[in-house]
């Protein structure tokens, strides 16, 4: 079974650019997660989908990062203009929609952002 | 206060010793508890998840949970290198939404 995809992996630009990331979660999860890693830091949710409708975005800096999944599968997450605090790592995940505990996430490789 | 909290090491151990790694949590309603594995420069890496109260064994991994107390453990019998590396739990505090609270993780090694 093919894991979580995401690209691309390493992404350098400067502070006022946009950025976009793709994700392609495992086949058949109808619930994808977009993550912040800050080095040294746990992950952070940033915004989370079922299917194609948002379910949590409460910690989107929305001023500044979008996200889409349209037709509840690939999804896109975009940064503009990009912050030098935005440098991280952003994980994608996916999981299974609830039926008994199909609540385990499974990561992507992720991508990592350097903004200078 | 954290939600979840761990210490963040480093934790060091010999070779096939058994490592225990600690995590609190403070919503007392809290459901569902995993443990990542992440490598350096890498993704996190599922090991184990446990929903009731008691010990999961999985090969190596016993995972422990104590709700009364807060608390989930992570125990990795006979140590190996390549168990060297962040460990991240991670709590379902909302039942609701399914999102994943993480700790900061703890950093282990282990010594050949």
């Known amino acids: 079974e093919a894991g979580v995809a995401q690209s691309p992996r390493y992404k350098i630009i400067e502070k006022r650019q946009s950025v976009a990331f793709w994700c392609n979660p495992i086949?058949?999860?109808?619930?994808l997660y977009w993550y912040q890693q800050i080095l040294g830091q746990g992950p952070k949710l940033l915004i989370q989908?079922?299917?194609?409708?948002?379910?949590?975005d409460s910690q989107l800096p929305k001023d500044r990062f979008s996200a889409e999944r349209l037709k509840g599968v690939d999804s896109t997450l975009k940064i503009q203009p990009a912050k030098l605090e935005d440098s991280a790592v952003y994980l994608c995940?996916?999981?299974?929609?609830?039926?008994?505990?199909?609540?385990?996430?499974?990561f992507g490789p992720g991508t990592r952002l350097t903004v200078t | 206060q954290k939600e979840v909290e761990q210490n963040s090491g480093p934790l060091s151990v010999p070779e096939g010793a058994i490592a225990s790694l600690n995590c609190t949590y403070s919503?007392?309603?809290?459901?569902?508890f995993f443990w990542y594995r992440q490598y350096s420069g890498k993704s996190p890496e599922l090991i184990m998840s446990?929903?009731?109260?008691g010990d999961k064994e999985d090969g190596r991994f016993t995972a422990q949970l104590n709700k009364a107390s807060q608390y989930v453990s992570l125990l990795i019998r006979d140590s190996q290198p390549s168990d060297s590396a962040t460990y991240l739990c991670?709590?379902?505090?909302?039942?609701?939404?399914?999102?994943?609270?993480f700790g900061t993780g703890t950093r282990l090694t282990i010594i050949p």
């Open positions: 995940a996916s999981s299974l929609e609830g039926t008994g505990f199909s609540y385990e996430q499974y």
């Open positions: 086949s058949g999860h109808a619930t």
């Open positions: 989908f079922q299917n194609n409708g948002v379910v949590d």
């Open positions: 919503d007392r309603g809290s459901q569902s």
């Open positions: 446990i929903y009731s109260n």
């Open positions: 991670a709590v379902i505090v909302d039942f609701g939404n399914e999102k994943l609270t």
